[in-house]
Nanobody, 118 residues
């Protein structure tokens, strides 16, 4: 069974930066890659960014230019570097990997809370 784990969350002032980490066993050999999602209180969970073991990345328009997703394939770790944070970024951040023919079987981590104050 795949086990994911996030870390790096915390409280930060608006305009600050934070780096989240996700341990994703098997990332280097999983063509489905890893994704970051976030869910604010009372809101739907939203996709944030994706990275493939090839290095290809994708971003939500809401974070493009401020967030950077990267990986350390040797250690099966994925990072989310967050800059220019605003209170709108406050959420529980979770990483997810997938499996199956169409990468639609998801495995989630427990999540790490990010709180941005104004």
């Amino acid at each position: 069974q795949v086990q994911l784990a996030e870390s790096g969350g915390g409280s930060v002032q608006a305009g600050g930066s934070l780096r989240l980490s996700c341990t994703a066993p098997g990332f280097a050999s999983n063509p489905c890659g890893v994704e970051w999602y976030r869910q604010a209180a009372g809101k739907q969970r939203a996709w944030v960014a994706s990275i493939m073991p090839t290095g290809t990345t994708l971003y939500s328009d809401s974070v493009k230019g401020r967030f950077t997703i990267s990986s350390d394939k040797d250690n099966d770790t994925v990072y989310l570097q967050m800059s220019s944070l605003t209170p709108e970024d406050t959420a529980m951040y979770s990483c997810k990997t997938s499996s199956g023919l169409m990468c639609r079987v998801g495995v989630w981590g427990q999540g790490t809370q990010v709180t941005v104050s104004s």
